[in-house]
């Protein structure tokens, strides 16, 4: 089966540096061809991406994101940059997964300040912990080396089964190797807390 990597505007890229969002330039470095949002969020509305990664604020237990403003709408505490692609992504995509770099009760909420996206959200992944779902509400699949259930139930805001859960398996040495490389100056590394 033939597959493509697209990132948002270019096919194929080969960025020197590890985009930090999709208004990145390094995102397009290197690509194949370039092509705008519009064909994108098309081809996505039409079924042809099987999976999107997407980024969000705030994250709920039914797998809805926020990313248009902390605090009540008419009068946010924060005005984040809005819903983008997420509005068409998140319900039109085969699958997606989003990840926090933040692992909280103000990031992973009951109940959002505003739903900006909800649909075909199948994973979180956190600094912590990974979370998967396949109907309803997120369950938690593992949790990461140097944590444990305990810190996952403390640091999340929304209640979630836990049963079959397990330790996180360490990566291997080539998933290592990988990570390494993407993130050569360790600045993801640094953002999530790791480092």
């Not at 949002?37 to 997407?54: E, S, T």
Request: charged share 20%; glycine share 10%; with cysteine.
């Amino acid at each position: 089966e033939f597959r493509r990597v697209l990132f948002r505007s270019g096919v194929e890229p080969q960025p020197t540096t590890m985009p930090h969002s999709s208004s990145d330039p390094a995102i397009v470095a290197g690509s194949a061809a370039i092509f705008s949002n519009q064909d994108f969020y098309d081809l996505c509305a039409r079924g042809g991406i099987g999976l999107v990664y997407l980024g969000c604020a705030q994250i709920d237990a039914e797998g809805r994101t926020n990313v248009s403003a902390i605090g009540p709408h008419a009068k946010p505490k924060v005005r984040l940059p809005g819903g983008g692609g997420a509005a068409v992504m998140l319900p039109t995509a085969q699958r997606v997964a989003t990840w926090r770099t933040e692992h909280s009760p103000r990031a992973l909420v009951e109940k959002l300040d505003f739903v900006t996206a909800s649909g075909n959200l199948a994973a979180l992944v956190t600094p912590i912990a990974v979370f998967q779902r396949t109907t309803g509400r997120f369950r938690l699949e593992s949790w990461h080396p140097d944590s444990s259930l305990e810190e996952v139930i403390k640091h999340t805001g929304f209640s979630f089964d836990a049963a079959g859960a397990h330790a996180t398996p360490p990566p291997t040495a080539r998933e290592a190797a990988v990570l390494r490389e993407i993130d050569a100056d360790g600045s993801f590394e640094k953002e999530a807390g790791i480092a």
